[in-house]
């Protein structure tokens, strides 16, 4: 250690993690499910640089999220940031290229960085699954991604997940019917996002006067009137048998206030078109509380959640923003898309015991019993990695079989392969079954095993029929 | 436009790219593969974040590289900037937790970031597929990156390709030879690590006096006299038959230098492996003429390359780096490993014609003929969905079916389905052949079409066959 004053120490900058192996399985797993869904739907990858100008970032006179992006300048003085969603930066690929097909769907799996305070589980780089359609007006659109979605959810084995959707549109009416200006909308749909978290009782109050939250801070009240706060209580507390029926009532309500019949309308549209593809009541329903904060949105929102872990709120949200695009220099184009929140999922799917997962890809170790025999180790990885069987040969430094397994343990594999001199004179190996008797956990900060008691298996085979009995003792798991 | 004054002009950052669909089909297909074969061999994937503390990026008194790095502070004032490799991170997050398995084999394939100035194919974001195994100083760690990279290639129909290996150990060996002091190894390294492009010649006049590059500039020498540039034309032109011969003939050349025991020993060891894993002197040779730019290393040094294509460089290049952990509080531990260049070796297959790609995911294409038939194109498209076929029905704007056939070929789709009033009132589907006579060609910007003649086949089907009848013109491609 004479040279520890030079060293760095190592550590994270505030805000960010290390995805571990254990955790790392497990997105690749969601992300490989959820492509596989959508590029059925017809959605194509794309990528797009992690560093955009400012101004593209911002617009040209900076909007929300100004503070939380990284910025920085180029070599050549360009102000820059790292992008903060994956929606600005499609907006600005599709004003860019005219001879993008139109339609345009594309899915992008990505980071993003957001400077914002972190906390318990709120990370400032965190990956987005995005899946988005430019180019079309058509329901029929936001209903494919709310259908798609609804298949990945059940690919993945989401127990019970729930789609709500609304329509910015009858937010609008909303506004309207409570007799509020439309410079009042964006005020009142940030607050209403609050009802699932904070409840009615402290969104009337920041509707209203305002309110005291848990840890004594002020949050100042919108200053409606009680006629105002009573129609918008009105409306969110709706409720009707099944997407029929909340849309019956909503129609009622609503009845001859302007801009009422279209936003129905579309509504229905999205009801028929789902109740044909055999989406019922039970998976999507209509839900007037729904109102989504982001600014952007014209047309239809929806949010999928899981009811048996409602703590960790969305795992998928998105809606129709047809103004997107204009903000760059070109024409209007209307968009519709959503955002799937993958370390969130796999969070609640972990908690929910749906996910289990590993703590490396390997699932045969091969011993060294004996330094001198690494080639036959070599070649025994050789004959099951051609089988497709993931083999891992030990390669650390320690001599003694106790200790090898006890990484072979720490790394999770299933089956062990013991070949000393002794069995290489007979033309045998020994299998030992390690998986036996243990199970594995993992946390968002990597894997740990619960060891339920050891009742290792171990067998003696021939080399001929080494790739058929690991086969069969990986089965038996 | 009248809002046009408001309008962000749509752009990239200089150096940046954007990857359209057709290229990022390459790129996943290219990853899923390399991922496949790197898991079968036991190496698990791992993600560290995008922005690292600058000490971590640069050690403590900044090295190389330093001008490259993209740099910020964060909202609390933290110095950090965005990681230009997946080596460093690695190091440092192996000096971090304690408790990691070791050996740590992990994969990693994510972006990196280099500031330097941009030329063509040359970008300021990359992505990058790197493997590592941290915790041994065992050759078999090394021939296992060789091995298993020799496999991903093999996999991904690379015609040809090579891998050349030496160590750093031998050119160690090389500047004693020559008699030169150990300080002036890595620029004579740096200077070795050029002949592939420049040739012989241009070498040793930057190891002599120096010399006027094509572009005019002056490229200083490094004043070696004739005696050492002798010693070292010795070895790089050195030659053997096959790896076993090559090895003689440096044991022979090296015979009594301080440390040519070892080293040799190293490159037979690696020979022996190799050759027990029936790996020949044709995909895996010993070259003298190797030396790779970095200073890091400190053992056996590789690189994959295409004869076919030598203009592309090497497309997967690593080495043994026993002193980069070490660079952090903590101990010394032994690693080794490479980098698969995903989008270089995508623009050379590309280029030898041996990938090929789509615009898009979608294999059928579902015209909407009438807009009052939309549940119906749902219900087809989604049976064609649940048998796994990509499909995707037309939500443009343009009513005419011509319009909507161009765009099925500008999505490259291979069949389209054609449902009117009449097909539906006979139960039955018309199916149209879009693939016959076309040829998708894809650039590193793209994806364009060629046409070859168009020879459309069509047939009416019941819509019970749908399904198989879609299934049978799809593979008859």
Known sequence: MSASDDRVEPRLVKGFRDVLPGEMLLRNRVVATARAVYERYGFSPLDTPAVEHLDVLLGKYGEQGAKEIFRFETPDGEAVGLRFDLTVPLARLVAQYADL???????????????????????REFIQFDIDTVGTAQTA????????????????????????VSSRRLLDVLIAYAGLPPARAHDVFRVLDKLDKQ??????????????????????????????????????????????????????????????EPATAELGRIHDQLAALGIGDDVVAFDPTLARGLAYYTGPIFEAFLPAAPEFGSVFGGGRYDGLVERFKGEAIPATGGSLGVDRLIAALLKLGVLTSRASTTDVFVA?????????????????????????????????????????????????????????????????????GKRQVVGMTGAREEYLGARVAQRAVPRADLVAAVREMLAAR
Request: neutral net charge.
């Open 101 to 123: 097909p139109r339609p345009f769907r594309r899915y992008q799996v990505a980071a993003v960085w957001r400077g914002d305070k972190p906390g318990p589980g709120r990370f």
């Open 141 to 164: 659109a936001d209903v494919e991604i709310i259908a798609a979605t609804r298949e990945v959810l059940a690919a993945l084995g989401v127990p019970g997940f729930a789609i709500k």
């Open 199 to 260: 409840g009615l009782e402290a969104v009337k109050l920041e509707l209203t006067a305002g309110r005291t939250d848990a840890s004594g801070d002020k949050i100042p009240g919108l200053g409606l009137d009680t006629a105002a706060v009573d129609r918008i209580e009105r409306f969110v507390t709706l409720s009707g048998k099944g997407r029929a029926g909340t849309l019956a009532a909503v129609a009622d309500l609503f009845a001859g206030v302007a801009g009422a």
């Open 368 to 436: 060294v019993l004996d330094p001198g025999l690494i080639a036959e180790y070599q070649a025994v990885a050789a004959s099951l990695r051609s089988a497709g069987i993931a083999t891992e040969i030990y390669l650390g430094e320690q001599r003694g079989l106790k200790k090898q397994l006890a990484y072979a343990d720490r790394i999770a594999a299933r089956v062990a392969i013991l070949l000393g001199g002794d069995e290489l004179a007979r033309g045998e190996v020994t299998l030992k079954d390690l998986a036996e």
